[in-house]
């Protein structure tokens, strides 16, 4: 949590604390009356008003990232096949997951990572 909203909430709950003192204090033998219980009210509100505005959250904007790989040469593609099931896997399956390839088999719904094995 931010250091602003941290603040903000303990602002807000001492307003909401003294608030319900004045109210309380309006009904003691000595209470200040009519007078106390308006101040109890309007620190009050003012306490739940910097809640709900500290409480708000901020729009936030999705950024969708488009990954194209380009393989040099001639390159022939063999058929992935899913290590549990054996169930022939599609390109679709392949999703970039934190910057690693993993594939979901549609038929088991096993998850793993691609590795690719040295060509040498």
Do not use: H
């Not at 306490?47 to 999705?62: N, Y």
């Not at 488009?66 to 679709?92: A, H, I, Q, R």
């Amino acid at each position: 949590m931010k250091p602003g909203k941290i603040i903000g909430y303990a602002v807000a709950g001492g307003f909401i604390f003294f608030g319900v003192l004045f109210v309380l204090a309006a009904f003691t033998p000595q209470g200040g009356g009519g007078g106390s219980i308006l101040i109890g009210i309007i620190l009050a509100v003012i306490g739940f008003a910097i809640i709900w505005f500290v409480g708000r959250q901020p729009k936030t904007e999705t950024t969708n990232v488009t990954v194209n790989v380009e393989l040099p040469g001639n390159v022939s593609m063999d058929t992935l096949k899913c290590k549990s099931c054996g169930g022939t896997l599609s390109p679709k399956d392949v999703n970039l997951v934190a910057g690693a390839p993993v594939v979901t088999c549609p038929y088991c719904n096993t998850t793993y990572q691609l590795t690719e094995e040295p060509k040498w």
